[in-house]
């Protein structure tokens, strides 16, 4: 629950039962480290992003492949793992949230191997499908765990650590291509993927120091272990408490239930998730649904994997032309990227969601842009141009700044944090498959795309894309900052896009007024 500043909050539910939230919680430490560990999986995903951009350049000259097979090889990954992604849910719902992301850095570390020994083509892109598998799995279900892990007051801090350590992946991936470059054309590039396999086996490893998901733990009638995990994750013990009792009541688990082991309804399992969410959803869960279907297809189809995966060729066109300076303007990219994830992690508790969506959003049209202008200008000009060089550079530096303060981590953190428990593991995984298809879909056509428009015309073309979404994010998506999790379907319920900022305080208000916590049953208020 979100607290007024400087005054506390007392929250009851039906029984009566008071709890006083404090105000400025301090930082939870053990929530924070789980939230790191869980969030370090995505390193595995970013990495390969990063990595494939430089090693492409490589693989291209050694295999002799064409720039059709350039496009499949780069971009394929994101269609493989939605099979990773689509088995996560259940596997999730089936072995832990904390099983399935060790799984998902074995599998990972199999594909990292195949990749760096592959001999030929055809061996890499099978390479490609095991380790696309891994990374489904771990897009999935890092930002799941964390938000089911994370305390209200911070859930938006530790939630963008996903896309914070996606980033770090880039940006190492960008230092890989660059330390073995010097090496024989052949081995290079192998070295560059199969040196992924090293943090996932380290990554593998320290997840097994996490506990398991509170929320998972009570899905399985797990009560005395999910209360001690929410004594360590919560910012008092009034807040595990009532942490709790929403959970259950979310679960179908009766309040008075106060057994370490109890007994759990069948439904809530995941048995009919798939007809709550897609064949007879109630309003709110429809709404929800749209809204992160919407905010994942935005993310990649403004164009930011083109501008990662592609920083090396866009640079070129530009007017960079000797390899280690373009893998060197690369590793500008991905480490402007990861400064400001950074700077928006610390911002998305304080100044909400949509404003920082907004105004990333926003930044991004103007870059993308000046970008097509300045590329534009570079390709109808006989001479070289310094200042439309220095204009693009600029311009994907700027974008990639301003997709990294709103765009890139709230995706994930909006995504994670509004669905009911029970429908959360399998709505998360279709946000993530539309992710990854409309990034396969961008990824695989872009240098097609850039021949048939030129790459002037392509930054064009998503410039138009970040306008509709500015559009969308404006008009539909609510604001979810200081939410409790089990309180998102009062508040899709009731959203109207004119008062979003206030419709937080009236709800909280409306909660101590009435003495009530609104509890989610199964998508719909109990």
């Not at 073309?461 to 970040?466: D, K």
Request: with cysteine; net charge positive.
């Amino acid at each position: 629950m979100g607290v007024d500043e400087g005054k506390p909050v007392v929250h009851e539910n039906r029984n009566a039962l008071s709890i006083a939230t404090p105000a400025k919680p301090k930082r939870n430490k053990f929530a924070f480290a789980c939230a790191i560990l869980a969030s370090m999986t995505s390193i595995l995903l970013g990495y390969d992003i990063g990595v494939m951009s430089g090693a492409v350049i490589f693989i291209q000259d050694d295999l002799k492949i064409t720039d059709v097979q350039v496009e499949i090889l780069v971009g394929i990954l994101n269609l493989y793992s939605l099979f990773g992604s689509a088995a996560a849910g259940k596997t999730s719902d089936w072995i832990g949230r904390r099983y399935t992301i060790v799984l998902a850095a074995v599998i990972f570390f199999v594909g990292a191997i195949m990749m760096g020994l592959a001999p030929n083509y055809a061996f890499l892109m099978v390479g490609r499908f095991v380790a696309g598998i891994g990374v489904g799995y771990a897009l999935m279900i890092a930002p799941v765990y964390t938000a089911e892990v994370s305390p209200a007051s911070s859930r938006g801090f530790l939630t963008s650590f996903p896309e914070v350590f996606i980033n770090a992946g880039i940006l190492l991936g960008y230092v890989s291509n660059y330390a073995f470059s010097k090496l024989p054309e052949h081995l290079g590039w192998r070295f560059m993927l199969g040196i992924g396999a090293v943090p996932s086996v380290l990554l593998g490893l320290g997840v097994l120091a996490m506990p398991e998901s509170p929320r998972w733990l009570i899905m399985q009638g797990r009560l005395g272990d999910a209360r001690v995990v929410l004594n360590k994750t919560s910012d008092s013990k009034e807040e595990a408490e009532l942490r709790l009792t929403e959970i259950k009541e979310a679960a179908g688990i009766p309040i008075e239930s106060t057994d370490d082991v109890v007994a759990v309804p069948k439904r809530s399992h995941g048995e009919g998730v798939w007809r709550d969410l897609l064949i007879r959803p109630t309003p709110a869960v429809r709404r929800v649904l749209i809204a992160a279907i919407g905010i994942h297809f935005f993310q990649q189809a403004s164009g930011i994997d083109a501008v990662v995966l592609y920083s090396p060729r866009i640079f070129k066109s530009a007017g960079i032309t000797k390899k280690t300076d373009l893998l060197g303007a690369t590793i500008a990219v991905g480490f402007v990227k990861t400064i400001f994830i950074l700077v928006a992690t610390f911002f998305l508790d304080k100044v909400g969601r949509r404003p920082l969506l907004l105004s990333s959003v926003g930044g991004m049209i103007v870059s993308l842009a000046g970008l097509g202008v300045g590329l534009t200008v570079i390709e109808h000009s006989d001479s070289k141009l310094i200042w439309a060089v220095a204009l693009s550079i600029a311009m994907v530096l700027a974008y990639v700044a301003f997709f990294s303060i709103g765009m890139g981590p709230i995706t994930w953190v909006y995504s994670s944090e509004i669905f009911p428990l029970r429908l959360r593991a399998q709505g998360c995984s279709m946000g993530v498959a539309v992710n990854r298809v409309t990034s396969g879909v961008i990824s695989m056509s872009f240098i097609s795309l850039t021949k048939a428009i030129t790459t002037g015309g392509a930054f064009f073309l998503f410039t138009g894309v970040a306008s509709i979404a500015w559009i969308f994010f404006f008009t539909f998506l609510p604001e979810t900052q200081g939410r409790t999790l089990e309180d998102m379907d009062t508040l899709f319920s009731g959203f109207h896009w004119r008062d979003s900022k206030s419709k937080g305080s009236v709800a909280k208000q409306d909660k101590v007024d009435n003495s009530q916590v609104q509890m989610v049953t199964n998508g719909q208020p109990a």
